[in-house]
């Protein structure tokens, strides 16, 4: 009789672990597949801000292709890659994609957006998702090719 209780609460306990794991499983694929809701708020009236009166350059840092110290102004947009049709042509470095990044200038600030490459690209140590504002002295990492990013008046 005992021996038969034994084994009745071993496979209670068998199928509540189960379920416990199946229920972890359940609610983690569902708030990965859900993503995270944004908490923006909009602001009743828009404010109004002064036109940009900055620019923003890329110097080269390191890289096994680009000579350093080289500036490249970010007047509307630069692309970075592999691919000799980029404004800022890395062909030397067999870590960058052939399209990897892009740098544009936005109305207040200038952003850093990879492009779906293969090994990422990096700001400040951080993999790039999507698009970033960049701030004064960001490290921006393609490959094996270091830029950072200035700010000029």
């Known amino acids: ?15 509540l672990l189960y379920l416990f794991i199946w229920r972890v499983v359940r609610v983690a694929s ?21 036109p940009r009166q ?9 890289s096994p292709e680009l000579e350093p110290g080289t500036r490249l102004v970010i007047s509307r947009e630069l ?14 470095d067999g870590y960058a994609s052939a399209h990897h990044a892009r740098f544009h200038r936005g109305e207040h600030a ?8 293969t090994n990422g690209t ?12 960049l701030e004064a002295g960001d490290v921006i990492t393609i490959g094996q090719t270091q830029l950072t990013y200035e700010v000029t008046k």
């Open 54 to 62: 900055t620019t923003g350059a890329l110097v080269v840092s390191s």
């Open 1 to 15: 009789m005992v021996e038969q209780l034994l084994l009745v609460l071993q496979v209670a306990f068998v199928v």
């Open 122 to 133: 990096f700001v400040n140590g951080e993999r790039l998702n999507g698009s970033r504002q």
């Open 110 to 117: 200038d952003f850093a957006e990879d492009l779906h490459s």
């Open 79 to 92: 692309t970075a890659g592999r691919e000799p049709g980029n404004d800022i042509t890395i062909q030397a």
């Open 30 to 50: 569902r708030d990965l597949s859900a993503g995270q809701e944004s908490m923006i708020l909009t602001p009743s009236k828009p404010v109004e801000r002064e």
